[in-house]
């Protein structure tokens, strides 16, 4: 018996429409890419640009006066070395470990957390005097928080007028604590970004679930540690990261209140770059330490994400 097979029909002609989309011309992927060409050319000369020259003034003993200001010589990894060998220079990791811990992800982190908690639960009064207060300091230029906080902390200032009221004996707090008082200082300034941002998570949170785990018998606390953190860890994670590295780089507020000082005591890792590099004239050893920073900033970045992809996993 002969069987017959019937013709396979002929695939459809692509439509003009999709014809060209595989090979579409490279050069009209370019002519698109041209509305971002001056974008591209300003990252490139304002951030690119002065990252090479880093990279290449942190092997060098590039300098403001001296030999290094006449003849630049590359000097490997003498920078670093010298560095890693400094009493001065590892002083300056621990107090901006300290700094970072007790500032930010210590303090900005549990007050931001606390006040959006507050303010979500509370009346319209105090969330409007609350978020004014909070928000104010935040918007303060930093050397004019840095005055009113050192008029706080200093000998005669407000923190021990309040001590001395209620039968205690104050102290000058910039001089016996400076690393303290920096810290609260930065706190101060600086929680309101994380009361934002977890009072924006916060809103996204259904209170029907909330409101389920509280008729399962969920006390305030196992809610907050059970269900509503758990519902907001991403946010968590995201403002660790970004208030950490802000505080790794804070400068201004530190060299107002205390220089650095008494001594090195409060001399955080920017405060001693910007020593080695302008009122030392070390401008490759300071470009080092810039180096480090910067490390030590992609550290903690690596970490928080590591944390986002788990949490999106």
Known sequence: MTTTVAPTAAAPAPSGKNAGRGGRPRAAKLV???????????????????IIYCLYAAFTNMALTGTGANEVQFVGLDNFRKA?????FTNAIWLTLVFTLISAIIGQNTLGLGLALLMRRSTKVVRNFVGTA????????????????????N???????????????GQDWLYAAPIIAVSLA?????????????????????????ESAEMDGA????????????????AIMTNLMLITL???????????????????????LPLYMYEQAFSFSQIGYGTAIALVMLAIGAVFSLIYLRGLNSEAA
């Open 246 to 268: 802000q505080t790794l780089s804070v400068f201004g507020l530190i060299f107002a209140m205390t220089r650095g000082g008494p001594g090195t005591k409060s001399q955080t």
């Open 32 to 50: 698109r890419m041209l509305p971002l060409s001056p974008a591209i050319g300003l990252m490139v000369v304002f951030l690119a640009g002065p």
């Open 134 to 153: 909070v928000i104010g300091a935040w918007v303060l230029p930093e050397v004019v928080a840095a005055y009113l906080l050192s008029a706080f902390f």
């Open 219 to 234: 006390t305030g606390l196992r809610r907050l540690l059970f269900v509503t953190l758990p519902m907001i860890s991403r």
């Open 84 to 88: 890693f060998s400094s009493g001065a």
């Open 186 to 210: 930065n706190i101060w300034r600086g929680t309101a970004f994380s009361m934002l941002v977890y009072s924006a998570a916060l809103s996204e949170v259904p209170k029907e679930i909330e």
């Open 155 to 169: 000998e005669e200032g407000t923190l021990n007028v309040m001590l001395h009221a209620v039968g205690l004996p």
